[in-house]
C-alpha cells in the first residue's frame, strides 16, 4: 500500500472552468425523470423505454455463447471504427427487403445507440453559431446532442402532416447547415410524414447546402398501413439516416447506426475514432449471430402487436376519462402519444398533480428551442403493462379534472 | 416495396461544408496501419493490441450466461448514464487493494474504453484556442481525442524520469487548461514518473487553475517493482483519472472509466449523456459479474508474466541485432519500447524498408504536436508471439542496416 501525501493547498480550493457549451446544454429532464420512475408505487409514462416483455434473453444468450465458443478472441479484441461488417451487411440487407432501399455496407457505421449518431453529425457538421433545424416540436435527445457544438436553432412547425414547408423553406434560405427530423412516428409527437410532405420536403432542399438528418428510431415500430418512402430515397446525396438496434432487440447492447454517402463518412470515421475507437464489437457479433438466425420479422410484428394495443388502450382511456378540451394525436407507429391542454392549463403543474397521484408524464417543455410548450404532454405507451396503463390513466385523468375541470 | 424517386438534380452536385475541426483532426496512422497488418504475412510491431492469447473468452461465456440467465431484462435495458453501480464499486475497491486510494463510487463513471473520457475531458475543459498541454511524445489518441476541440497545444518534453518541470511550468504560467500525461510506461515511449517527479509535477501545478489529466491504461501491467503513488493521490482536487479495463479484461467491450472529483463529475454525465445516453450495459453487467469472481490478480500477473518475456526478448534482440547508434528505453511495464535512430536515418524511410521485408513498426511522428520524431519509432511487444518477435526483430534489423550502418 503506497503512502499518501495530500496538498494541503489543494483541499477545496480549485477552481474548474468549464467550456462555454457546457453552459449552455440542457441537463436532461428525461435523466431526473428516469431516477423519479425508481420508485416502485410510480406508474411512469414519462420515459422511453421498450417492454422489457419484448426482449429475447434466451436467444441473446445463445448468441453470445456461439460467439465466445467459436472465435472468442476476435469478440474481445480491438476492432474497426466502421463496425463489424457482417451487421452492417445485414443493416443494408434490411433496407433492401423492407423498403427497396439500396445501401452498401461502406454507407454503414455502427455507433453506440443512434444517440451517438447526432453526436458525430454536430461534429462534423454544426460550429459555433450555425443554424440547425429542427421540428417542433423535436427531439429532446438531439437537442441536447447538438447543443454542446452551440448552433443557433431554427424550428420547423409540424402540423398532422409533417413540417410547414413555408417554414422550412425560410430557414434553409437563412442557410441552415441540415433539418434534423423524425419523421416516422415522431419522437415526442407521434406524428409521421405523409408521402406527400416528404417529397416537398425533399423538393424545398433541392439544390441548396442544407442536408437532411432522417432519424428512423421507429420505422420498424409500424402499427397501421404500409411504411412511407424515406427521404433518403428521395434525397440520397444529401440525406444522412439513422437507426437502432434499441427499439426491435434491445437498447442495453447500446447498438445503432448511421448511413451516410461516402464523402460524410470518411469524417464520419475519424469522429468516430477520436470518439471511442469503435463500438462494443462483442455486441455487435453477438446482434449480427443473432439475427442471422432469429425470425426478426415474427420478433418485430409481436413487438407492434403488443404496442398498437398499448396504443388503443391508453388512447381509449384518454377519451373516456380525460375532460374536455383535452386533445392528443394518434400515432401510427413508435412509442408516444403527444397530450395539448386547454387554455390555461400548465403542464408543469400536471406534472406535479400527477406526480403526488404516482403517475409520471414529461412536460412538453424541453422539445422546444425557442420556448413554447407548457401546454403540452408527452405520453409513452410501451413501456407499462396494459394493468398499468389502465390504473395510471385514471389517475391521470383525476390528476388532469384539478385544472381542467369540465364547464359547470 | 416502395417506389423510388430519385431526384436528377441531387445526383452527384452536393457539396458538402464539414466544420474547420474536422479538417484539423489529424486522420489515424494507427488507423491505416492496421489495415496493414492484416495482410497475414505481416510481423506487426506497429499496433497496440493486447495478445488474444491473454483474454479469458470461456470466463466471459460464463458471466454472460449467469447476467442473461439471471436478470436478462435489466442488461438489456436503458440504464444510467454513470454506469452499472456493482462495476464502480469494483474499480474503487480495487484502487483501495492496489494502491490505497480512497474513491467513492459516485467519482467514477464508465465509458466505451478510456479513449471516450478524453473526449470527454475535451468537451469540458476544451475550447477553441485554448492552451493544453501533453508529454512529449504524447499519446496519439489523446492527440486526436483533443484535436477536435481546437486547441492550441504546448508539449512538455520527457525525460528518463518523466515530464521537464521547467518546460511544464511554462505552459502552467501561459494558462494550460490541463496537462495530459501517461504516468506509467507511457504510451509511446515505456517511460514512467519516477515518484520525485511525480511530486515535482504536483508542485508546479498547486495553486495553479491547471488540470492534470492522469491517464492510467497500464497501471495494471507493470513488470518491475511496486507502483508508484499516483497523481490522484497526490493532488486529488485537480486531477481527473482515466482508466480501462482494456489491458486486462478485453478492448472488445470497450469498457473504460473516469475518476473525477464531483463538481467535474457533474459535467461529465451531462457530455456522456448527449454523446450516447450510457455505456453498454449487458457489457458491464458481464464484466462486474466476472470481476466479483475470477481470480483477478492472477490473471494480471499472467499477462504481466507474458508481456515481460516478450519485453525481455525484443530488448535482447535490439541489443543483439540492431547496428550501433540505435538506442531504445527499456519499459517497466506495458506495451511498447521507443527507439532512437542515430542521426541521418528516417523512421518513415525505416517504415518503408521494414513493410518490404513483412515488419511493421509505428514511426514516432503523429505523437509530436509541434513537429519532430523523425528519428523516433514505437514498437509494440505485446501483441507478436514469442516466435514473432524473434523473426520480427530479425527483419527489422535488416531494415535498419540499410540506413544504420556500423561505420566503417
Known amino acids: 500500500m503506497l503512502q499518501h501525501h495530500p496538498r494541503i ?39 422511453g423505454l421498450p417492454d422489457p416483455g419484448c426482449f429475447d434473453p434466451a436467444g441473446i444468450r445463445d448468441a453470445a455463447i456461439g460467439v465466445l465458443d467459436e472465435d472468442g478472441a476476435s469478440a474481445l479484441q480491438y476492432a474497426t471504427t466502421e ?45 459555433r453559431g450555425d443554424l440547425c433545424a429542427i421540428e417542433r416540436p423535436g427531439y429532446l435527445g438531439a437537442i441536447q446532442a447538438f ?38 412516428s415522431q419522437n415526442p409527437s407521434g406524428i409521421t410524414w405523409s408521402p406527400e410532405r416528404r417529397e416537398a420536403v425533399a423538393d424545398a432542399l433541392e439544390g441548396t447546402d442544407t442536408l437532411i438528418v432522417e432519424d428512423d428510431a421507429y420505422g420498424e415500430l409500424r402499427f397501421d398501413g404500409p411504411a412511407h ?3 433518403r430515397s428521395l434525397a440520397p446525396e444529401r440525406t444522412l439516416m439513422t437507426g ?3 427499439k426491435v432487440l434491445a437498447p442495453g447492447l447500446r447498438l445503432g447506426w448511421i448511413v451516410a454517402p461516402a464523402p460524410v463518412m470518411h469524417h464520419i470515421v475519424t469522429a468516430k475514432q477520436a470518439s471511442d475507437l469503435h463500438s462494443n464489437i462483442f455486441a455487435q ?24 394495443r398499448h396504443r388503443d388502450l391508453m388512447l381509449a382511456l384518454a377519451a373516456d376519462l380525460f375532460p374536455e378540451g383535452v386533445s392528443w394525436t394518434r400515432p401510427d407507429g413508435g412509442m408516444f402519444t403527444w397530450l395539448t391542454l386547454p387554455p390555461g392549463c400548465s403542464s408543469l403543474r400536471l406534472f406535479d398533480d400527477a406526480m403526488k397521484a404516482n403517475v409520471a408524464i414529461l412536460p412538453g417543455l424541453p422539445f422546444y428551442t425557442d420556448g413554447g410548450g407548457d401546454r403540452t404532454v408527452r405520453l409513452n405507451f410501451s413501456n407499462a403493462s396494459e ?22
Not at 440487407?93 to 455502427?110: C, N
Not at 394493468?387 to 359547470?408: D, N
Request: contains cysteine.
Open 387 to 408: 394493468e398499468a396503463i389502465e390504473e395510471g390513466m385514471h389517475r391521470l385523468a383525476r390528476a388532469l379534472a384539478v385544472q381542467a375541470k369540465p364547464a359547470p
Open 9 to 47: 493547498g489543494d483541499g477545496g480550493t480549485m477552481e474548474y472552468r468549464f467550456t462555454p457549451r457546457m453552459e449552455r446544454t440542457p441537463r436532461s429532464f428525461i435523466r431526473e425523470i428516469l431516477k423519479v420512475t425508481e420508485r416502485p408505487e410510480v406508474i411512469s409514462f414519462a420515459g
Open 285 to 308: 457479433q453477438v446482434a449480427a449471430r443473432y439475427l442471422a438466425t432469429a425470425p426478426i420479422d415474427e420478433h418485430v410484428a409481436m413487438i407492434t402487436t403488443v404496442y398498437r
Open 83 to 127: 463496425g463489424f461488417l457482417p451487421l452492417r451487411e445485414w443493416i443494408a440487407g434490411r433496407y433492401k427487403r423492407r423498403l427497396g432501399l439500396s445501401i452498401s455496407p461502406d454507407e454503414v457505421l455502427i455507433t453506440n445507440g443512434s444517440q451517438q449518431c447526432l453526436d458525430l453529425i454536430g461534429r462534423i457538421f454544426l460550429d
Open 147 to 184: 447543443s454542446l457544438f452551440e448552433p443557433e436553432f431554427a424550428s420547423v412547425p409540424l402540423d398532422d402532416a409533417g413540417p410547414e414547408i413555408e417554414a422550412l423553406e425560410r430557414v434553409v434560405q437563412a442557410g441552415a447547415r441540415f433539418f434534423y427530423g423524425v419523421p416516422n
Open 244 to 246: 437502432s438496434f434499441s
Open 229 to 231: 418512402a424515406p427521404l
